[in-house]
Nanobody, 115 residues
């Protein structure tokens, strides 16, 4: 089992930056990948960024060049650094961990970008 606790959401003006944090606990050594998804009102949940334990990183095309997904191995924490935010980035952001084929989710954190 893995538990994920997110923090760092909030309200920001367009062009601004936010950093989300996701701290993992439990069977962290069995995690294969961690990433971030988001879900805007009336839309399906979509992948934002994901990184594997092997260091492979993928970004959604809409955030490439603006978002990064750094990791602190000591703290078992993955971040989502969001720069040059746009109103269309407004959504609930969810941390995700994949372990042995199972998905684990955080509680979600709201990010609102005003124009």
């Amino acid at each position: 089992q893995v538990q994920l606790v997110e923090s760092g959401g909030g309200l920001v003006q367009a062009g601004g930056s936010l950093r989300l944090s996701c701290a993992a606990s439990g069977s962290v050594f069995s995690i294969n990948a961690m990433g971030w998804y988001r879900q805007a009102p009336g839309k399906e949940r979509e992948l934002v960024a994901i990184r594997s334990n092997g260091g492979n990183i993928s970004y959604a095309g809409s955030v490439k060049g603006r978002f990064t997904i750094p990791r602190d191995r000591v703290k078992n924490t993955v971040y989502l650094q969001m720069n040059s935010l746009k109103p269309e980035d407004t959504a609930v952001y969810y941390c995700n961990a994949v372990m042995m084929g199972d998905d684990y989710w955080g509680q979600g954190t709201q990010v609102t970008v005003s124009s």
